[in-house]
């Protein structure tokens, strides 16, 4: 009788993996399509650039700094693979006055035509200020019914300019929990995002970490194939289990920090 219950989990297992590319939405073509990158002249965001160009995307960098922009526009150019291609430059604060930002979008849709790809990854990351947010599984809802798709990524620890800045304010217990995870190229968390973008994954994550991460914090964010919900209902508890030791031993890194910053403190007393 188990054998028999068995069998049947696993060719209604079998069943759906089959099916699930029939149901999944088709990958989106990047060649001739235009890409908007905000945050396009450095790190991750001109790394996503770079990759759309090499698929024969047209590209809109957004930025504030003009001079980063110009020389971003020249790196991204180089890696055309036909000469239509297009790379724009539009110097703009995207956290400032919403009709400013408006209005330079449009400016990018009239001379490149409608907005296929919107890529956001203008930022800074300022170290010291835990803040989650999930707003992403809400627009995601109520973008589906237009085909729209939206991507949350998860970039890990990547090497940037960016990066470079947000290490100088990052207290030590932060600094020695993210060196016990290597530090990506942007090329290589580029590549990844874009894969994922295209194929209208509504998480994207690089490395194991990565993976285990956005399947453990998963939630009700929607899936975009059934293997996909197959994986994280079958390694939910695993991943759980290893998060654990994590959790302990960042703990300790924690505890370790607290003391020697105790016995600094007192060594300052005595002196
Ligand atoms: N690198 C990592 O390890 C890592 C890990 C997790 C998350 N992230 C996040 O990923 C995003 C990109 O990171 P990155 O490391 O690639 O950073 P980056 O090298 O510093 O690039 C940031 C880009 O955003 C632009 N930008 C910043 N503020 C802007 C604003 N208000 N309006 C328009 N453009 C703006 C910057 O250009 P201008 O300064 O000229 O405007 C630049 O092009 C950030 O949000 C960061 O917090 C990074």
């Known amino acids: 009788m188990l054998l028999v219950i068995a069998a049947f989990i696993v060719a209604f297992v079998l069943l759906l993996y089959m099916i699930s590319p029939l149901i999944s939405p088709k990958p989106f073509k990047l060649n001739g399509a235009?890409?908007?990158?905000?945050?396009?002249?450095?790190?991750i965001g001109k790394s996503i650039a770079m990759e759309c160009y090499r698929q024969g995307a047209f590209i809109t960098l957004v930025a504030r700094d003009e001079t980063k922009l110009v020389l971003a526009k020249k790196e991204v150019e180089k890696c055309a693979i036909n000469d239509k291609q297009v790379v724009l430059c539009i110097s703009v604060d995207v956290s400032s006055d919403y009709g400013q930002v408006e209005s330079v979008i449009k400016q990018a849709q009239e001379k490149l035509g409608p907005v296929d790809m919107l890529v956001n990854c203008a930022g800074t990351s300022i170290a010291g200020n835990p803040c989650l947010t999930r707003p992403s599984e809400s627009l995601q809802m109520e973008m589906k019914p237009y085909n729209i798709y939206v991507t949350v990524a998860y970039p890990p620890d990547t090497d940037t300019p960016g990066f470079?800045?947000?290490?100088?304010?990052?207290p030590?217990?932060?600094?020695?929990?993210?060196e016990t995870a290597a530090v990506c190229q942007p090329d290589q968390v580029?590549?990844?995002f874009v894969k994922d973008t295209v194929q209208g994954n509504f998480n994207s994550s690089v490395g194991p970490d990565g993976y285990m991460l956005s399947a453990l914090t998963c939630g009700m964010s929607p899936v975009t194939s059934i293997t996909e919900?197959?994986?994280q209902i079958v390694t939910m508890g695993l991943f759980r289990t290893i998060a654990l030791?994590?959790?302990?031993?960042?703990?300790s890194i924690v505890r370790r920090c607290m003391i020697q910053r105790e016995r600094a403190k007192a060594a300052d007393k005595r002196e």
Not at 164 to 170: I, P, Q
């Open 245 to 251: 030791f994590y959790l302990c031993s960042f703990d």
């Open 164 to 170: 470079v800045e947000e290490n100088k304010t990052k």
């Open 229 to 231: 919900g197959l994986q």
């Open 172 to 178: 030590l217990e932060t600094r020695l929990i993210s």
């Open 34 to 43: 235009h890409v908007v990158v905000t945050g396009g002249s450095s790190g």
């Open 190 to 192: 580029a590549k990844i």
